[in-house]
Each structure stands twice: as structure tokens, then as C-alpha cells.
């Protein structure tokens, strides 16, 4: 059993960057894949950025590319994500969550652990 803390959330004006942490134990960090979801209030869960289990391999949706990356590192089992240029539309409760699996996957379902997420907020 895995589990997921996450760090680094909190109010930012646009334009303005935060990084997230997601600090993994319980299972073993290089068997999963993970990926970061965000939920604003009153909408669904909605994939945000993901990377595979080598961490050669990363997905973001649409909204974020160019503006957002993400690492990992075996030696901290942590996930970041670096989010730069924030805009208001990129507020809510961002969720690290990780799968049993190689690749990365954009449907929340298909995720086994969750994190308990941490609030970003970002004023125009």
C-alpha cells in the first residue's frame, strides 16, 4: 500500500510559478507510474501531467504544455511538478496519485493511490 503526500500548494497571483512535491513510501517508487490531476470546485477530476515508471516519458494535457514540467527522483521517491506562468483557470486541488504500471494513464480511474491533495490558487 502506497502512500502519497503532496506539498508546495498555495495562493500566487498569475504569472507567478509554484512547485509541488509528491513524496512516495509504502511500495516500491520505481514500479509505479505517476501522475498529478487537478479539481476545481463543482468539476471533475481533470489530468493535469503525468510520468511513466523510467521517467522518460511525460504527458500534460493540453492547457499546460509549455508552462508546466515534471520530474522524478529515485533516490527522494518525489515527483515534481514546476508550474510556471499560473493562471487563474490553473486553480484547485492538485492530487499526486500513482499507478502499477509502466505507462502513464489520463483517466483517474486507472490510478490505484491517491494523495489528500493541496489547494493552488492563483489571482488574476
Known amino acids: 500500500q502506497a502512500q502519497l503526500v503532496e506539498s508546495g500548494g498555495g495562493l500566487v497571483q498569475a504569472g507567478d510559478s509554484l512547485r509541488l512535491s509528491c513524496e512516495i513510501s509504502?511500495?516500491?517508487?520505481?514500479?509505479?507510474?505517476i501522475g498529478w490531476f487537478r479539481q476545481a470546485p463543482g468539476k471533475e477530476r481533470q489530468f493535469v501531467a503525468g510520468?511513466?515508471?523510467?521517467?522518460?516519458?511525460?504527458e500534460f494535457t493540453e492547457s499546460v504544455k509549455g508552462r508546466f514540467t515534471i520530474s522524478r527522483d529515485g533516490a527522494k521517491n518525489s515527483v515534481t511538478l514546476q508550474m510556471n506562468s499560473l493562471k487563474p483557470e490553473d486553480t484547485g486541488v492538485y492530487f499526486c496519485?500513482?499507478?502499477?504500471?509502466?505507462?502513464?494513464?489520463?483517466?483517474?480511474?486507472?490510478?490505484?493511490?491517491w494523495g489528500q491533495g493541496t489547494q493552488v490558487t492563483v489571482s488574476s
Open positions: 496519485a500513482a499507478r502499477r504500471g509502466l505507462v502513464v494513464i489520463t483517466r483517474a480511474a486507472e490510478y490505484d493511490y
Open positions: 509504502g511500495y516500491s517508487f520505481k514500479e509505479l507510474a
Open positions: 510520468i511513466n515508471r523510467s521517467g522518460k516519458t511525460t
